[in-house]
């Protein structure tokens, strides 16, 4: 070295030295004033607990979203291998296990060496006073603030052990890309668990934590790997490698996980959980509790759902549903979340069309009405003018209920609601589940009242349930970080059909697959289902089950223009059906619908409705005890 440079570094030595006489000075200067500031941040000493993510699971314990202010997942030193903790003291504070909180040597080597590089390249916090600024004090660079990070460091050591401080800044340390501690940084970095990380990546975690924003792999990855290599040297120097793991870490390839954005499997069905999770949760407990969320979803159903709508083009939601218990299986709100957050299938209220006809068909079956009775399809005209027609614009004249439903003939529902009531039907309709506004007109029929894709789904499953409708479930249960219930539900079912109207009225839905409107629903299984197409075909909708799950289509544009023309709910919607069904029930062996005692099939004239003879085509048909057609059917060639 030069004298002059010599010299120079001696000024600044005295200069430091001088410094720190004078710092001292002040230090006792300002105690008494940061006292009290000092007795309300030690109050805080004992919560302990860093910010914690928010796990979400599915019904088979898989992860599908998550909840945080800061993303990190909490790791008991335990779970840290000692040779990651050696990696962070070598690479922040070597003499962590034998100072005070506080570490004069280190600060003045780490002075020393800023000096002699005219730059800085080495901090002299400790352990202690780095997770006493992190956790406790704002980032403003000022003495005061210096201050307390000291007297906090002194008060943290003399509270807690070397190995809960330890715990502690691990789990509090930012690590870059919003996320904080090492086992969520292990993930974000390698894509791994704590303890699947080699001595190579150890020691590139801890040579981020210097400054994330520039030794981050994925912003500079030259500048991480020379962080890298310093953390080694270090880790070496102190004893803690031998030559040869130093030497082959060096060699060793780094391979990140990536960093691309991953678009949430359900987000629309995390927002519906929100809502819940509020009703009993403040926020700071479900943005940083670590809680641990178990829900109804199923994953695989979610996924073939999620990509049944965006290939489709239409916007609209689809929504599956267990009939038996309420748990939601799948809910997609609509075809891009980052496009729109509006959930559409429990926040639209649009116009369900025919999928409203089975309420008026389940009160007319309780009224005296039978699969076979008849009606006739014609022209009407009321006082007011109005002049209801069926899609096709024919009129068929007599016909059953059985073939009305099948075909969604307009007229009969008009005719069916007036024979019941309007009463009755809104009456059955609320006792399945639904809660919007229901118009008290006969417009009721053309499915004319908005309601949402959840209450239709849910009413649904009373046909699938033997009568007995269930209250949607999302969340099974939540748990803190250590396993303990906070909240928990259990499924609630209560009858609105009697068995034997559930029962008529899911073969006759079926029949709405087999031969009506809903043909291209079929699943190669015994399935139900209704469709529905409003005017203008601005709204096309199909609500379909089998025994084990319900699953509705809602289809239609935000701003409500026309979806286009022909294009019904049999067109679009039923197909969309019958894809996520059948993947959805692709492992669950096929089940029929359960017959009850109070039911009898027989078989019928497909046209009449009457007793075959022999030349008529027939059809098997339910009824209950007691209202079989007596007469035969003399119609047929």
């Known amino acids: 070295m030069r004298r002059g440079n010599r010299k120079n570094t001696r000024l600044l030595a005295l200069a430091f030295i001088a410094g720190l006489l004078a710092g001292g000075a002040l230090f006792g200067g300002m105690l008494f004033p940061l006292s009290e500031d000092l007795k309300t941040i030690s109050?805080?000493?004992?919560?302990?607990?860093?910010?914690l993510t928010t796990r979400v699971y599915d019904i088979r314990g898989r992860l599908i979203g998550e909840f945080f202010t800061e993303r990190r997942e909490y790791a008991h030193l335990e779970e840290i291998p000692p040779l990651l903790q050696k990696a962070f003291i070598a690479s922040e504070d070597q003499n962590f296990f034998r100072h005070p909180g506080l570490d004069p040597l280190g600060i003045l080597r780490a002075l020393w060496q800023n000096l002699l590089n005219l730059r800085v390249v080495e901090g002299g916090s400790t352990i202690t006073q780095q997770l006493s600024r992190s956790r406790f004090l704002d980032n403003r660079r000022n003495l005061e603030r210096k201050i307390k990070e000291l007297l906090l460091a002194i008060l943290l050591e003399r509270r807690y052990t070397k190995e809960e401080i330890l715990e502690a800044y691990l789990n509090q340390i930012y690590l870059g890309h919003g996320v904080y501690g090492v086992k969520a940084a292990a993930r974000l970095y390698f894509g791994k668990d704590l303890a699947d990380l080699t001595l190579a990546e150890m020691a590139m975690l801890a040579g981020v934590a210097r400054s994330p924003s520039y030794f981050s792999p994925y912003i500079d990855f030259s500048a991480a790997q020379r962080q890298q290599r310093r953390v080694l040297r270090r880790m070496l120097e102190c004893g803690f490698i031998t030559q040869e793991e130093f030497e082959k870490a060096l060699s060793a390839p780094i391979v990140l996980s990536g960093l691309e954005k991953r678009a949430s499997l359900c987000p629309y069905f995390l927002d519906h959980l929100l809502k819940e999770l509020r009703t009993t949760f403040e926020d700071w407990q479900i943005f940083s509790g670590g809680l641990k969320i178990y829900t109804t979803l199923d994953a695989d159903i979610q996924k073939v759902a999620n990509e049944a709508l965006k290939e489709s083009g239409y916007q609209g939601a689809i929504l599956c549903i267990d009939p038996t218990n309420g748990y939601i299986k799948a809910m997609v709100g609509g075809r891009s979340y980052e496009e729109s957050k509006f959930n559409r299938?429990?926040?639209?209220?649009?116009?369900p069309g025919s999928?409203?006809?089975?309420?008026?068909?389940?009160?007319?079956?309780d009224s005296g009405f039978t699969p076979s009775s008849i009606l006739v399809d014609e022209p009407l005209e009321f006082p007011n003018g109005w002049k209801p027609q069926n899609y096709e614009r024919i009129f068929r004249g007599p016909m059953t209920l059985r073939e009305a439903l099948e075909k969604s003939v307009n007229i009969i529902g008009i005719k069916l609601l007036q024979e019941v009531g309007i009463d009755k039907v809104i009456q059955y309709a609320r006792k399945m589940g639904i809660r919007s506004n229901l118009r008290r007109d006969l417009s009721l029929a053309l499915g004319t009242s908005e309601l949402t894709l959840l209450e239709l789904t849910t009413a649904y499953s009373a046909f699938a349930n033997g009568g007995m409708v269930p209250e949607p479930l999302a969340i099974l249960r939540v748990e803190d970080t250590a396993g303990h219930v906070l909240y928990e539900r259990t499924p609630v079912v209560r009858r609105a059909l009697s068995p034997e109207t559930a029962y008529i009225m899911a073969r006759l839905l079926q029949g709405v697959i087999e031969r009506g409107t809903g043909r291209r629903a079929a699943i190669g299984r015994p399935a139900a289902g209704k469709t529905g197409t409003t005017e203008d075909f601005i709204d096309a909708w199909f609500v379909g089950f089998t025994p084990n799950l319900v699953c509705g289509i809602f289809l239609g544009n935000d701003d409500r223009k026309p979806l286009g023309p022909q294009k019904t709910g049999g067109i679009i919607?039923?197909?969309l059906f019958a894809r996520v069904m059948k993947e959805a029930l692709k492992d669950t062996p096929p089940h029929d619908f359960s017959c009850p005692e109070g039911v009898v099939?027989?078989?019928?004239?497909?046209k009449t409705g009457l007793l075959p003879s022999p030349s008529c085509k027939t059809v098997v048909l339910p009824f209950k005890r007691g209202t079989t057609p007596q007469t035969v059917c003399t119609s047929c060639p």
């Open 43 to 51: 109050t805080r000493l004992e919560d302990f607990t860093p910010s």
């Open 345 to 351: 299938a429990t926040q639209a209220h649009r116009q």
């Open 355 to 365: 999928t409203f006809k089975p309420f008026i068909y389940a009160a007319a079956l």
């Open 573 to 575: 919607a039923a197909p």
């Open 601 to 606: 099939e027989i078989a019928v004239c497909l």
